[in-house]
T-cell receptor, first 113, second 113 residues
């Protein structure tokens, strides 16, 4: 069974550009989460989908970040326009339900220059 | 005070020894606790989950939970060089099990041959 997959694995963009990250959760997992780790800090929650609905987006830094999960399958996280402080590793995770263990993708390393 | 605290280490143990990793959390109502292992540049990999007070064993790994002391630990018996990694404590914070994980900064473990 395929795990959580993320694309791309690395992205280098210039300040002001737009980047879209994609996450494919484990098949059948209704819960999908986005997390971010900036250098030297702990992994921090960004938002949580249940199927196509946003359950909690309290961790989204600002309105430059837009997450979608149309159809309740894969999710995208768009950063527009990107700023230097957006650099970090963006992880996606999925779980069967809110109480069960979350499985992480390999992450997308975003570098904004 | 951070919501989930870990000693960043590095914790260095000789091969074959027991490695003890500790974590404290701030929300007394939390119900679900997880240990993830992360190799450099890789995704967090779930090792253990624990929900009830006491010990939970899985192979060489034992998770220990003490809700009264707000403390969760991970013991690794017969440590191997391949166990060298960063160990992340994650808590599904609060009594409502939202699925949102709060991570500690991680403890770096070095197992020396």
């Amino acid at each position: 069974e395929a795990g959580v997959t993320q694309f791309p694995s690395h992205s280098v963009i210039e300040k002001g550009q737009t980047v879209t990250l994609r996450c494919d959760p484990i098949s059948g997992h209704d819960n999908l989460y986005w997390y971010r780790r900036v250098m030297g800090k702990e992994i921090k929650f960004l938002l949580h989908f249940v199927k196509e609905s946003k359950q909690d987006e309290s961790g989204m830094p600002n309105n430059r970040f837009l997450a979608e999960r149309t159809g309740g399958t894969y999710s995208t996280l768009k950063v527009q326009p990107a700023e230097l402080e957006d650099s970090g590793v963006y992880f996606c995770a999925s779980s069967l339900n809110r109480e069960s263990s979350a499985f992480f993708g390999q992450g997308t390393r975003l570098t904004v220059v | 005070q951070k919501e989930v605290e870990q000693n960043s280490g590095p914790l260095s143990v000789p091969e074959g020894a027991i490695a003890s990793l500790n974590c404290t959390y701030s929300d007394r109502g939390s119900q679900s606790f997880f240990w993830y292992r992360q190799y450099s540049g890789k995704s967090p990999e779930l090792i253990m989950s624990i929900y009830s007070n006491g010990d939970k064993e899985d192979g060489r790994f034992t998770a220990q939970l003490n809700k009264a002391s707000q403390y969760v630990s991970l013991l690794i018996r017969d440590s191997q060089p391949s166990d060298s990694a960063t160990y992340l404590c994650a808590v599904n914070m609060g009594s409502s099990n939202t699925g949102k994980l709060i991570f500690g900064q991680g403890t770096t473990l070095q197992v020396k041959p």
